[in-house]
């Protein structure tokens, strides 16, 4: 019995260690996690864009099944074609793009380049 209990203690001791462990502050994200420094590749053609936000039709979208996502720009984001740098205000509707984006704290992604694609 009293072995019992103490591996009762044991394993309610390390729950609460990891619990402990893995609380943050807001904003926090730990390594290992999506987080701001994983990048992720999408394709498509912006189907609308303003100074905040682009959205983008993605290229694996079914003919009839239009597949967006919505994309949030900072003064960060940088815009090419090839080598020149551009303004985002130099973006189009209708242009083909490659963006790479970073996932934000609040699970949105924020475009980090966007590359024209001819």
């Known amino acids: 019995m009293k072995r019992l209990f103490i591996l009762s203690v044991l394993a309610f001791s390390l729950v609460l260690s990891a619990q402990y462990r893995t ?16 990048l992720v ?3 498509g053609t912006v ?17 009839g ?5 919505d994309l949030s720009l900072s ?3 940088a815009a090419y074609d090839g080598d020149k740098k551009l303004k ?5 509707t209708g242009q083909v793009v490659d963006i790479e984006a970073k996932k934000q704290i609040d699970g949105s992604m924020e475009a980090v380049t966007i590359h024209l694609n001819h």
């Open 23 to 38: 609380r943050r502050s807001p904003g926090q994200i730990p390594a290992g996690e999506a987080g701001p420094d994983l």
């Open 41 to 43: 590749d999408f394709r």
């Open 47 to 63: 189907s609308a864009l303003t100074s905040k936000k682009l959205t983008l039709t993605l290229e694996e979208s079914k003919k």
């Open 65 to 69: 099944e239009e597949n967006t996502m």
């Open 75 to 77: 003064r960060k984001t």
């Open 88 to 92: 985002l205000a130099d973006l189009k």
